[in-house]
């Protein structure tokens, strides 16, 4: 370990629980090898977890370029992005879990887990499914192990005569547009026009491809709970 920080800061939010810190709330955390940068921490009685994704009341435009999707947007105790880099320097040193919540308008949630790795940016921030996905539905990505991300301006899905993310809205690890999109446009009620609510924020085999959910949250938190000294 180096010695010239006297006081460093936690890693990801399961370090800051583990040092005692049992409040949700905006902290400040400091990946090996990165920046420091402020994330939102969701602590449970179990542990922390790292908030990187979340959509609750429509307030955030998240129809954004690449470089808004690679820094973050919005804010992180409403609506917010964490941002591809700051994921990909977070998880990169060791193994961690996706947990991904949804709600839908009647006040019913549904999670899906699985063990991830996002890649560096000339991989266009892959995201790698490392283990079988926990929960009822089908994951992330479909058929697929891994996926680039796609937005508007970068276009890195798999339906070659469409832009999945600009056909769509907002961000993703598009495939062939139809599978999942939670930084798709916020609804607060089922708009009436087809091709508008393609647009919404959807998840296939919960609710159907035209179902705008109410709210979603992404976190991450490493496999192995325990302090690494
Ligand atoms: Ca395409």
Not at 186 to 204: M, T, V
Not at 214 to 224: A, G, L, N, V, Y
């Amino acid at each position: 370990m180096e010695a010239a920080q006297t006081q460093r800061l936690p890693v990801d939010c399961q370090q800051l629980f583990l040092e005692g810190e049992r409040s949700s709330g905006v902290f400040q955390i400091q990946p090996p090898g990165a920046q420091p940068f402020k994330v939102h921490c969701d602590m449970t009685a179990e542990g922390g977890w790292t908030v990187i994704q979340r959509r609750v009341d429509g307030s955030v435009d998240f129809d954004q370029l690449w470089e808004a999707y690679k820094n973050g947007f919005g804010d992180l105790n409403g609506d917010f992005w964490l941002g591809l880099e700051k994921i990909h320097c977070i998880v990169q040193n060791k193994r961690y879990n996706l947990l991904i919540e949804l709600e839908d308008w009647e006040g019913e949630k549904q999670l899906i887990q699985f063990l991830f790795n996002l890649g560096e940016e000339n991989t266009a921030y892959t995201l790698s499914l490392l283990g079988p996905v926990s929960g009822e539905l089908e994951n992330a990505v479909g058929d697929f192990r891994q996926l680039p991300f796609s937005t508007r301006d970068q276009d890195h899905d798999l339906k070659a005569d469409t832009n999945c993310a600009k056909h769509l809205s907002g961000g993703w690890w598009f495939s062939s547009c139809g599978h999942a999109n939670l930084n798709g446009k916020y609804f607060r009620s089922i708009p009436r026009q087809r091709h508008e609510r393609k647009q919404g924020i959807f998840w296939k085999t919960w609710k159907g491809r035209y179902y705008p959910l109410k709210s979603t949250t992404m976190k991450i938190q490493p496999t192995e709970l325990e302090a690494e000294s």
